[in-house]
């Protein structure tokens, strides 16, 4: 299985680089994990967009979502062989309006996943997780037919069950939006506890995404490597390819 980078911040994009998303391979299996802004143009860097197998939504905030539709855009109006007659893409239905908009004729069909429920794409098996965020949100567990797993936390407060959830993952992908320290409501976790679902988690390595813009990323990196010093951790860069095998 194969991660690539597309975006990391988190709420709006910068001048060089956008908000978040990850392109997972799979043997021949092309998945785009959210779809945030800037990231289609970062995937038609690297993959022509038509041969996406499926698109998989953790949640519709804007910057997980805003380059939804310009590739509904681009299924609809670029000519050229497809790897799927119209592209799946994958969120669930307890936001209905939102839901709804996936759907573009002959272009996009939005598919509800059931978050009980094992979702089935290609090679890959999903498992979800409600996570702690303003709107229905879901932490997702990816698994090859050789039993390699990635775990995404999308946005989402901390809570120990994300720790079970992550469960001796491969990679473990985190929402890391604050340094130590920060006060008041948070929907997002900090670095150490970040680390802290890792170490509870027994996960093999640890990337942290969903950054913020105006904090130094190598302090939030030292504060989490504080935590965990035994687990490989590293920063979300764009174009940052992870082979997990």
């Keep these: ?13 910068t001048a060089t680089a956008g908000t978040t998303g990850f392109l997972i391979e799979e043997q021949d299996y092309r998945l785009l994990l959210d779809c945030g802004s800037g990231v289609l ?12 197998n499926a698109v998989l ?3 519709y905030h804007h910057d997980h979502i805003a380059d939804v539709g310009v590739l509904q855009y681009y299924w609809q109006l670029h000519q050229g062989p497809r790897r799927e007659a119209v592209l799946p893409i994958y ?12 759907t573009w004729a002959q272009a996009t069909s939005g598919q509800a996943y059931d978050p009980a ?4 794409l290609g090679p890959l098996s999903v498992t979800f997780l409600r996570t702690i965020h303003p ?7 990816i698994e ?12 989402s407060a901390y809570f120990p069950e994300l720790g079970q959830f992550a469960h001796k993952a491969d990679l473990l992908i985190t929402d890391t939006n604050f340094v130590n320290g920060k006060t008041g409501r948070l929907w997002h976790m900090t670095a150490s506890q970040s680390a802290q679902v890792a170490l509870s988690g027994q996960v093999q390595r640890l990337l ?13 990196l030292h504060e989490a490597q504080a935590v965990a010093p035994t687990i490989p951790i590293t920063l979300a860069q764009t174009g940052k390819i992870i082979e997990i095998n």
């Design 117 to 120: 429920e094992t979702l089935r």
């Design 144 to 155: 090859n037919e050789e039993n390699k797993v990635l775990v995404f936390t999308a946005d």
């Design 41 to 52: 143009s970062q995937l038609e860097q690297r993959l022509d967009p038509l041969q996406l």
């Design 57 to 59: 939504l953790t949640h």
């Design 91 to 102: 969120g669930n239905t307890e936001d209905p309006l939102n839901f709804a908009s996936l």
């Design 135 to 141: 709107v229905p949100t879901y932490a997702v567990r």
């Design 208 to 220: 942290l995404s969903h950054l913020p813009q105006q904090i130094d990323h190598q302090r939030l």
């Design 1 to 13: 299985m194969k991660l690539t980078v597309l975006g990391y911040y988190g709420g709006y994009p």
